[in-house]
Every structure is written in structure tokens, then in C-alpha cells.
């Protein structure tokens, strides 16, 4: 290989690196700004209102027609349709808001919040999943980043003492706030017709079927949670990417307390 050849590689390769990481901390830009139109709306609408009104899973007065939109999420929402929530994890970088296109599969796996093209897309639902009845599972896909962005903290929950500190998620609808404790950690394949095909589940047709999917999850668990669903609650699959096999998926499943 002549030299000319060695430096065309090299500085190749350092213009794709660099724009890897411009990339990300512009998405990453994005949604703290985002985020921080979130909280100061929550914020105001908490110093407005009486301190008893606002509970965790706080849903919209039966006498409303028309469902109101939550403090901050109205304005995610006027800025893009496709937003359906918001999903934080106190003590990780994920705090992004989540999207979902019924309409088109994976739209958001390489697209950023502004529907431009980015590597790094967004975190989305699953197109089959119903954020708001909800479905009895709710599947969301994020990437696994190698800056540690989007879904790549996930792999953090490999080890129990980090789940032990951080064993909450909070995934807010546009109208509802929500809370979830994780029952199981646990990697499979997405190889069709190998691995647990835990995405499939959207809304169980039986206790049985219900069951027999939380028993798979915790089978399949790396550690024990003495966390188990029951039939009726509601779950969210955290899905990312898993190098240790083909195809692989590293999976956080949670359960609503609220």
C-alpha cells in the first residue's frame, strides 16, 4: 500500500470519526433542549396549580371531552406529531422523547427529531404497540451507541447493583405521567425464527399467553428481580443492540406501578 493510499485511509477515516461524534453531540444538543422545554413547563404548570393535583399517573377529569396534553409534551407534539412520550431514566443519559409511526415501519430508526437522516435515530415504539390504551406490552427501540447515547446506558443493567439503584422508568404519555419497575434483564436474538420473539407480544389473548410471556423473560433473566407481573398489569420492552451473538438484542423489561 503506498503512502498516499495510507493517508487518504487515514484521514478518512478520521473525517468519518469526527463527524460521528459532531453528529451526536448535535442530536445530543437537541434533545437537552428539548428536554429542558419539558421540565420548565412541568415546572410552571406545578407552581400554578394546587399541590393535591398532581400525582404520578395523574390522567385527564372524566368530564373532559377532549384530552388535554401534559405540561410540555403539547409543545413536543405541535413540533412533531410523531410524538407519542417521554422516557427517562434517573442516573443515565436516557431522557429522550419517543416517537412512533403506525404508518411506517422503523421511520425513526435512522431518522433524528427532526426527521433528517442521522445514524444515531430517535427512540421509537414498535408500529403495532398502542401507547395510550396501552397494549399489554409496549416494545421501544433505541440504538446502542458507541459515545454512550441513546439506549447504550441498557447494557449498564447487565450487572445487578446497577439495576438495584436504578430500578425505575419513567415513560410518560402525551396525557399521562407513568412509572415502571423492571422485572427482568435479558438478552436474545432477533434472527428470524431463533430467540425469544418478545417484540410480537403486543396484547395477550389469554392469562395463559400472559404468563407463559413473563415466565420467558424472567427464564431468560440474568438475575432474579422477585418482581412478577401479573395478569391485567401493563409492560414496556426496552430494546437495544447485543454484540455477544448474532443479531442480538439486550432487553429491560418493566412493569407499571401506577
Known amino acids: 500500500m503506498t503512502l498516499a493510499l495510507l493517508l487518504c485511509v487515514f484521514f478518512g477515516s478520521g473525517f468519518y470519526v469526527g463527524s460521528y461524534f459532531w453528529e ?3 442530536q445530543e444538543q437537541q434533545f ?3 428536554s ?3 421540565q420548565q413547563a412541568q415546572a410552571a404548570a ?9 400525582p404520578a399517573g395523574e390522567t385527564v377529569p372524566a368530564e373532559t371531552t377532549q384530552p388535554e396534553m401534559l405540561p410540555g409534551y403539547a409543545e413536543l407534539y405541535a413540533q412533531n406529531p410523531d410524538t407519542v412520550g417521554w422516557i427517562r431514566i434517573e442516573g443515565t443519559r436516557i431522557d429522550y422523547p419517543v416517537m412512533q409511526t403506525p404508518y411506517a415501519q422503523d ?9 433528517d437522516a442521522s445514524a444515531r435515530g430517535c427512540i421509537y415504539v414498535r408500529e403495532e ?6 397494549s399489554d406490552n409496549v416494545t421501544i427501540y433505541g440504538h446502542t451507541m458507541a459515545d454512550g447515547t441513546m439506549f447504550a446506558a441498557l447494557h449498564n443493567y447487565l450487572d ?8 425505575t422508568i419513567q415513560f410518560d404519555t402525551l396525557y399521562e405521567y407513568h412509572e415502571y419497575k423492571i422485572f427482568a434483564v435479558f438478552k436474545t436474538t432477533a434472527t428470524y425464527g ?9 396484547n395477550a389473548q389469554t392469562e395463559t399467553e400472559f404468563n407463559e410471556f413473563v415466565a420467558k423473560c424472567k427464564e431468560l433473566a440474568f438475575y432474579e428481580t422477585d418482581i412478577t407481573p401479573k395478569y391485567g398489569d401493563k409492560l414496556i420492552c426496552l430494546s437495544t443492540c447485543e454484540y455477544s451473538q448474532d443479531n442480538g438484542r439486550l432487553v429491560v423489561a418493566a412493569v407499571r406501578t401506577n
Do not use: I, M
Not at 406545578?46 to 398532581?54: A, D, F, L, Q
Open 160 to 167: 445487578s447493583a446497577f439495576w438495584k439503584n436504578h430500578d
Open 129 to 134: 404497540c398502542d401507547v395510550f390504551a396501552p
Open 36 to 38: 429542558q422545554l419539558v
Open 32 to 34: 437537552d433542549e428539548l
Open 24 to 26: 451526536g453531540r448535535q
Open 46 to 54: 406545578e407552581s400554578t396549580r394546587p399541590r393535591e393535583t398532581k
Open 107 to 115: 421511520y425513526y430508526l435512522k431518522r433524528n427529531f427532526a426527521k
Open 194 to 202: 431463533e430467540g425469544f420473539s418478545y417484540h410480537q407480544l403486543e
